[in-house]
């Protein structure tokens, strides 16, 4: 499958710097992971030199005709210290979890703080996203890179270790019977893991696959698609595409173990020849009378367990070089460099009464990627205490326009001045604590009426505010007849007690959030775009009414919604097309009058059926 040009580029941080920054991140978050990896990697290597020397040292013992009770003793101390050492490892691996774990969290922790507080243009960048779930992916579990490989590291200093003190003893026998075991593992090893290694270079095909059998999993148990199930008796095709999915899958995995079947039997032929090169010149050897049989059992227990270690070695590497790669991603996103000032800015504190001017002076934007300016050189004044309604159709840089206003995004030309001032010199969280705002898809979370009103949780929620909010927002009689009033949970997808508002309710809520900030600018960018036309005026006056003197930026694309502003902006082609008060705009006759026109013919119409 091919790959897409984000997987094939070159990772930043090559595998000895990602083992060297996971045992910085160990010695920062638990420095115990360290010692239990050393303590692992000593009794790894102490169980494999007591298994080697067990059998030659007891056949010497009794070529020199040893007592029996001291032949037990030697037994008996082999025995205690394999005992010793494999408890020992027991209890270190029982308790390494920990430690790995509290790295593995650090990290997650880390990397969700990251994306919590990044700048919004990551949050619509597509790439910084692919990377940023391939980054969550590496922390996902126990088996996933971001703890998995302290055993990785911990397994392949055991092998390299041993692998050291096995070629010293062959090399007493001839230098050739340790090159042999080292080619012939090798080889077995590359070749093999190329075999092997087909899975891992289809893997893409294989998340696609599960993907999707396992979206229809997901879909089948949606309580939300319930209904649609037994009315329109979709069952049977969900089960259909549920089989197909799965058949392609387990035609994918049977493909896979044929690959693993070559693999293995070129394993079986290279150890064949390996060990019969091997083993024949040791018993060659023992019959010229070279070896004694303690040293006979050494060397050919040291050759079968060389050939493990080389193979280790190796295998080592191929998986430390696989996590390696998705630890570098890991670090990749948490490295990327900021787009905002964010703590090396200017302090922007909030002025009490202040009336705040924005002004866009010649700006132009075009979103990453794209052909051409959704905006090109607008020059705007919003005066303070103004109230600006932005209207326009569909598509025309309304929503764009806010997120400049708003600091979500800089002009990819000219300014957005704060009274008078560039913002980019400021600390961009500050210079969002002037603002606002209700979007078309806000935030509603999973907690109490209270906390959603606060955004804050517990001791920081002002609740004589939270209830005077609510009155004002013209809500609190609705919040006082639900079982738990204000401590209410708000929606089901956590509390099963939750409770579900209508749209408009959930409207008034929002506006109880936004009078609670109580920041000198308010934004409303078509939140009430599900309401009918009325409903979203009613509400609309209510947001003028309750904001005051504040400076407020209203967007709709209906036009009657916001008559009651001080000035009107229709937005079209990148710019300004007509600015007035709506009583003069409809007087020029121009393009808002003719769309004016078109939208209340058409409620008149809708009026006209309806009767």
Same mark, same amino acid.
């Given at each position: 499958m091919k790959q897409s040009s984000t997987d094939k580029q070159k990772p930043a941080y090559g595998m000895a710097s990602n083992c060297a920054f996971m045992i910085r991140r160990a010695w920062k978050d638990c420095k115990g992971v360290l010692s239990v990896c050393a303590g692992l990697i000593?009794?790894?290597?102490?169980?494999?030199?007591?298994?080697?020397f067990v059998v030659p040292s007891i056949l010497t013992e009794v070529e020199r005709g040893v007592s029996p009770g001291e032949l037990?003793?030697?037994?008996?101390?082999?025995?205690?210290?394999?005992?010793?050492?494999?408890?020992?490892?027991?209890?270190?691996?029982?308790?390494?979890?920990?430690?790995?774990?509290?790295?593995?969290?650090?990290?997650?922790?880390?990397?969700?703080?990251?994306?919590?507080?990044?700048?919004?243009?990551?949050?619509e960048d597509p790439d910084y996203i692919k990377r940023l779930k391939k980054a969550s992916r590496c922390l996902d579990s126990n088996s996933d890179p971001g703890e998995a490989v302290w055993k990785t590291m911990t397994g392949l200093a055991t092998n390299v270790v041993s692998f050291v003190i096995y070629l010293l003893l062959l090399s007493q026998v001839g230098p050739w019977v340790a090159g042999l075991c080292a080619a012939c593992s090798?080889?077995?090893?590359?070749?093999?893991?190329?075999?092997?290694?087909?899975?891992?270079?289809?893997?893409?095909?294989?998340?696609?696959?599960?993907?999707q059998r396992d979206y229809m999993i997901v879909r089948s148990r949606d309580p939300y698609l319930a209904k649609d199930i037994r009315i329109f008796g979709i069952g049977p095709w969900l089960t259909e595409l549920y089989d197909k999915y799965t058949r392609l899958y387990q035609d994918f995995y049977a493909k896979g173990q044929r690959y693993c079947l070559w693999a293995d039997l070129l394993d079986v032929g290279l150890a064949l020849a390996r060990n019969g090169a091997a083993y024949g010149l040791l018993i060659a050897m023992a019959l010229r009378g070279e070896l004694g049989a303690a040293e006979f059992v050494l060397y050919f227990t040291a050759v079968s367990g060389?050939?493990?270690?080389?193979?280790?070695?190796?295998?080592?590497?191929?998986?430390?070089?696989?996590?390696?790669?998705?630890l570098s991603v890991l670090r990749e996103v948490a490295d990327t460099p900021e787009p905002f000032r964010f703590g090396d800015g200017k302090p922007l504190p909030v002025k009490e009464n202040h009336r705040y001017q924005l002004e866009l002076r010649d700006v132009s934007f075009r979103y990453p990627g794209g052909s051409e300016d959704t905006l090109s050189h607008v020059n705007l004044t919003i005066r303070p205490g103004e109230k600006l309604a932005v209207v326009g159709k569909n598509g025309a840089g309304k929503t764009t326009l806010i997120k400049l206003l708003c600091g979500f995004y800089d002009p990819t030309g000219g300014q957005v001045l704060l009274d008078g001032e560039d913002i980019r010199q400021y600390d961009r969280r500050d210079y969002y604590r002037h603002f606002s705002a209700?979007?078309?898809?806000?935030?509603?979370?999973?907690?109490?009426?209270?906390?959603? @009103?606060?955004?804050?949780? %517990?001791?920081?929620?002002? *609740?004589?505010?939270?209830?005077?909010?609510?009155?004002? =927002?013209? $809500?609190?009689?609705?919040i006082r007849e639900l079982p738990k009033r204000e401590n209410t949970q708000l929606g089901r997808e956590?509390?099963?007690?939750? @409770?579900?508002?209508?749209? %408009?309710?959930?409207?008034? *809520?929002?506006?109880?959030?936004?009078?609670?900030?109580? =920041?000198? $600018?308010?934004?409303?960018?078509?939140?009430?775009?599900?309401?009918?036309?009325?409903?979203?005026?009613?509400?609309?006056?209510?947001y003028s009414d309750l904001t005051g003197n504040c400076t407020s930026v209203y967007i709709s694309h209906r036009l009657?919604?916001?008559?009651?502003?001080?000035?009107?902006?229709?937005?079209?082609?990148g710019g300004i097309a007509e600015e007035g008060t709506h009583?003069?705009?409809?007087?020029?006759?121009?393009?808002?009058?003719?769309?004016?026109?078109?939208?209340?013919?058409?409620?008149?119409e809708g009026a006209m059926d309806d009767e």
């Open positions: 000593f009794c790894g290597v102490a169980a494999s030199l007591l298994e080697l037990c003793r030697l037994i008996l101390w082999f025995t205690l210290g394999m005992t010793a050492v494999r408890a020992m490892q027991a209890y270190l691996d029982a308790n390494t979890l920990f430690g790995r774990v509290a790295v593995r969290s650090g990290l997650g922790l880390d990397l969700h703080l990251r994306f919590c507080r990044t700048a919004f243009p990551h949050t090798a080889a077995g090893y590359f070749a093999g893991e190329r075999i092997r290694g087909w899975r891992y270079r289809h893997r893409e095909e294989e998340g696609k696959l599960i993907h060389f050939t493990q270690w080389v193979a280790g070695i190796f295998s080592g590497l191929g998986e430390l070089h696989r996590q390696s790669l998705e209700v979007f078309q898809q806000f935030s509603v979370m999973a907690g109490t009426m209270a906390e959603n @009103v606060a955004q804050a949780a %517990g001791e920081d929620v002002d *609740l004589p505010r939270v209830w005077d909010c609510l009155e004002r =927002a013209g $809500v609190a009689d609705k956590v509390y099963l007690d939750g @409770v579900d508002l209508s749209g %408009g309710q959930l409207q008034r *809520l929002m506006l109880a959030r936004a009078l609670y900030k109580n =920041a000198p $600018v308010v934004v409303l960018d078509e939140p009430t775009a599900a309401l009918d036309p009325i409903a979203e005026s009613d509400l609309y006056q209510k009657a919604s916001t008559r009651f502003c001080d000035r009107v902006l229709l937005i079209e082609n009583e003069a705009l409809l007087e020029r006759g121009g393009r808002y009058a003719h769309l004016f026109e078109i939208q209340s013919k058409y409620y008149k």
